[in-house]
């Protein structure tokens, strides 16, 4: 079955930076679309940042600029380097894959903890 691992989590000061890294395995992934998506504390998962088949991306407006997202499909991994962090980045981090570029994330990872100092 599909698993997806995430690590990179941690603490940091605000204006800092982390590298998320997300582990495939059990999927074809060169036709999976990968995703990172985030949770706050009484806040709704949002999506973070998305890359295609195809490698093209997209981003929240909240983290445009500040964040990238990218895949190594040779290796089944997707990334989301977060720079210039804010404390409303806190947030557990959830990497997510769906089959092909259209509708919504079915498989999820189990998500590792961001937090962000002020």
């Known amino acids: 079955q599909v698993q997806l691992v995430e690590s990179g989590g941690g603490l940091v000061q605000a204006g800092g930076s982390l590298r998320l890294s997300c582990a495939a395995s059990?999927?074809?992934?060169?036709?999976?679309?990968m995703g990172w998506y985030r949770q706050a504390p009484g806040k709704q998962r949002e999506l973070v940042a998305g890359i295609t088949t195809g490698g093209l991306t997209n981003y929240s407006d909240s983290v445009k600029g500040r964040f990238t997202i990218s895949r190594d499909n040779a290796k089944n991994t997707v990334s989301l380097q977060m720079n210039s962090l804010k404390p409303e980045d806190t947030a557990v981090y959830y990497c997510?894959?769906?089959?092909?570029?259209?509708?919504?994330?079915?498989?999820w990872g189990q998500g590792t903890q961001v937090t962000v100092s002020s």
């Open positions: 059990g999927l074809p992934f060169t036709v999976y679309t």
């Open positions: 997510a894959a769906r089959r092909g570029n259209y509708g919504a994330y079915n498989n």
